[in-house]
């Protein structure tokens, strides 16, 4: 017998399936999926994946090397998802060892994380030996309370046993030893979420345009066609995303839950195990290695059969998988840039036809080419135009911050927003605070020289942080959000010397210490990525808030979506235009979209919702689009902004990354490759289909001390365009990367 296997390698000189032998000992084990131990060249040992087996084979019997030993008790991928690793190496250019550890808590490899036990001790059925013990004059104190303790408990974890009398390991080995107690191992599954709420909740019944989705959704499992549920804020996605998954459980499937904020999961799975109990398992990066080790098994041992969790929960071994739900879909938290890159949504769908189930994509606000794709019948469209509490969409009301200035105003909130908070206050409502950008100030700036304080390692401005950002360091620092530099607030400008040094813009942090000067006896939290590095700080912030221990909620993008909090009545967007600024062709999109999702967090309830927008571009189509919630009308003047320019869904960018700590290697790279290509492509008759083919520096140049220079390619969609595609590849592939580092993005996320 013999194995076809992919060695644990991520590089692409060994990027390739190497035949082993199979030793008789171990035939009934090795299946296709299973972790195996192998020789490879001068090393003693490394992991691989076993992709298959077969009978015979073609190697010199002389040269053949065989497995050593099986890493696990059963295969760690199933045959759905060594189907899809193999889909993706080939759609996403990657080495297929990188994409395998996609499908693998990180921990697993090397044997870095195991099961965890823990030693009970209850009495044995001896009566004779516990007589005789008691009745010895030789019995020490430790040994009566410790068999007291298990007398009236019964069975109880030797550590508590161990803790109550002030030690005792050795006193419960004796009592073992005379045949009084037993001792037995016990597996302890580490639960993320073991804190929230089990108490099973009744189903609701569902409103009519609920009903007929559920109806439609059911129906596109059966036939295997994809789902956009285009539904506004408010009309009850959730509840149907949750009767497709109880449909899908009693017709012996499973599914998937997709999230795109980490923020959402403890709100998320609360509601989830209310309904389905233990059968919910957790996926997500701010578990403890673990916790995502045991969660993962007990997905794989279908002991779980619904998967919640953020982008990697897409690869969670699920049997008989029948469904996975993308909410939020217009997301691009989906997208996972680096190495590899690939497209979870894309991912879902190719998973989906080899399982033979349904996509369902959820959003208020769907990506331009979601909708594209589906008006093209690409997904059957299924509308939720009403709240389901029967309450219309808050009222957006717009504050022009250009006439503000102009009357005077030069505080971050305008009149209006100031009167609308002042008066929820009052109400005893909540309100929430919504500004994309974390820290005090965007830039420290020298009124002298000009510039601009800047990251030692990135070509980017430093963001000044008032209150510090982890308790190490401290507060009054400038920070950078690329690679975590910090650095001291300057008293002189590092560049000329002057005192004239100034910080300006606005974050999260300003907003709260600018709203807690006009109202400083209201309660508030700050929520984003400075106020979430500890455990637990999601929950712990959105249940305080959740309890009105604040009235009060200031936060970034992680509270403009999916969130539920019945007595917030007013949302107050602080500055819309950011998104807007980015050199991105998707950032009108995206400001629509977070306009319409933060907006949505309003009126959810009994609370009347209101909503204030402050922006100085009023009249810009994405921002008087999103004002009527008008998705409609926005995504008709997008597509067309789209087709003009050949950007997707018209056009498929592909960028080249050449990266390294100096300059000229990177530069280097990047010539021979955009020379070499544009040659490539006129030879092989295929310039035709490319659109622009250019060299430049990245718009953020250099990022954690390595320079970056890029090599962009717009192709036109069309018969073609997989074969000048293919090109890229092959020229890819042959590029020698001695001095710089290479990567490859089809439609990258950002152009950043």
């Avoid at 194995?3 to 060994?14: C, E, G, L, M």
């Avoid at 979420?193 to 059966?222: C, D, F, G």
């Avoid at 996972?336 to 606000?365: F, N, Q």
């Avoid at 997989?722 to 890229?728: I, N, Y």
Wanted: aromatic share 8%; with cysteine.
């Amino acid at each position: 017998m013999y194995a076809k296997i992919i060695t644990d390698i991520a590089h692409q000189d060994v990027d390739r399936i190497y035949t082993y032998g199979v030793p008789q000992e171990l035939e009934e084990t090795i299946k296709p999926g299973m972790r195996v131990i192998v020789p490879f060249g001068g090393r003693k040992a490394i992991e691989g994946y076993v992709l298959d087996t077969a009978s015979t084979s073609s190697v010199d019997p002389a040269k053949l090397k065989y497995i050593l030993s099986a890493c696990d008790e059963y295969p760690a991928l199933n045959p759905d998802q060594l189907e899809l690793a193999k889909w993706m190496a080939q759609e996403y250019h990657c080495m297929r060892a990188s994409i395998l550890r996609l499908f693998l808590p990180a921990e697993m490899r090397g044997g870095r994380i195991n099961k965890k036990y823990r030693t009970m001790a209850s009495l044995s059925e001896d009566e004779q030996a516990l007589q005789k013990v008691l009745s010895s004059g030789r019995t020490g104190e430790k040994q009566r309370r410790a068999i007291s303790m298990l007398m009236s408990h019964g069975r109880l974890d030797c550590a508590d046993i161990e803790k109550a009398l002030g030690g005792a390991g050795t006193t419960l080995k004796t009592l073992e030893k005379h045949g009084v107690i037993r001792l037995e191992k016990e597996e302890i599954r580490r639960n993320p979420y073991e804190s929230l709420s089990t108490a099973p909740v009744k189903w609701h019944a569902l409103k009519p345009m609920q009903e007929l989705a559920l109806k439609h959704i059911i129906r596109n499992m059966s036939e295997g066609r994809d789902v956009l549920l285009h539904g506004i804020t408010g009309s009850g996605k959730t509840e149907v995303y949750m009767r497709a998954i109880q449909h899908v459980l009693e017709h012996g499937g499973s599914a998937i839950m997709l999230i795109p904020e980490i923020s959402l999961t403890p709100q998320t799975v609360e509601r989830f195990r209310q309904r389905f109990g233990e059968r919910v398992a957790v996926l997500h990066s701010a578990l403890s290695a673990g916790e995502r080790y045991d969660e993962w098994r007990r997905i794989r041992l279908s002991e779980a059969r619904v998967v919640v969790g953020a982008r990697s929960a897409v690869f969670a071994p699920c049997e008989n998988l029948k469904l996975i739900i993308i909410d939020e879909a217009h997301e691009n938290s989906y997208n996972a840039e680096g190495h590899p890159a690939y497209r979870g949504i894309e991912v879902a769908k190719k998973r989906m036809r080899l399982c033979g189930g349904a996509l369902v994509l959820g959003s208020a606000t769907p990506s331009v080419e979601q909708y594209y794709e589906a008006k093209n019948g690409g997904y059957d469209i299924i509308e939720l135009t009403e709240r389901i509490n029967g309450r219309p969409l808050p009222q957006i009301e717009v504050a022009d911050m250009t006439a503000e200035l102009a009357a005077g105003n030069k505080s971050i909130f305008s009149r209006l927003l100031f009167d609308a908070l002042k008066q929820t206050i009052d109400e005893g409502n909540q309100a929430i605070l919504f500004l994309n950008r974390r820290g005090h100030s965007t830039i420290v700036n020298c009124r002298s020289c000009g510039k601009t304080v800047q990251c030692a390692n990135c070509e980017v401005s430093m963001t000044y942080h008032l209150s510090g950002v982890n308790s190490r360091t401290g507060s009054n620092r400038l920070r950078c959000h690329y690679c975590g530099y910090e650095m001291p607030y300057p008293e002189v400008c590092p560049y000329c010397g002057s005192k004239f040094i100034k910080h300006m813009g606005a974050g999260t942090e300003k907003v709260e210490e600018q709203f807690n000067k006009l109202f400083p006896n209201v309660s508030t939290l700050r929520m984003d990525n400075d106020t979430t590095r500890t455990r637990n700080a999601h929950l712990e912030i959105l249940s305080a808030f959740s309890r009105r221990e604040a009235q009060v909620l200031i936060g970034t993008q992680m509270i403009a979506k999916g969130l539920d909090f019945p007595a917030v009545a007013l949302v107050g967007i602080v500055s819309a235009d950011t998104m807007l600024q980015l050199p991105d062709y998707r950032s009108r999109e995206r400001t629509f979209s977070l306009i319409t999702q933060v907006a949505g967090r309003a009126g959810r309830a009994d609370a009347a919702g209101r909503v204030i927008l402050q922006t100085y571009t009023p009249r810009h189509y994405a921002i008087a689009n999103a004002v009527n919630y008008d998705y409609e009308n926005f995504y008709k003047t997008e597509i067309i902004q789209r087709k003009q320019g050949l950007y997707p869904p018209f056009a498929r960018l592909i960028r080249l990354l050449f990266i390294s700590e100096d300059y000229d290697s990177a530069k280097r790279g990047c010539m021979f490759s955009y020379q070499e290509l544009t040659k490539s492509l006129r030879e092989a008759g295929l310039w035709k289909n490319v659109v622009f083919l250019t060299m430049m520096s990245a718009p953020i140049g250099r990022i954690k001390g390595q320079y970056r220079q890029q090599v962009l390619i717009k192709l036109r969609t069309g018969p073609e365009c997989d074969k000048a595609e293919q090109a890229v590849f092959e020229h890819y592939d042959k590029i020698e990367t001695d001095n710089f580092y290479k990567d490859i993005e089809v439609n990258p996320s950002n152009l950043f």
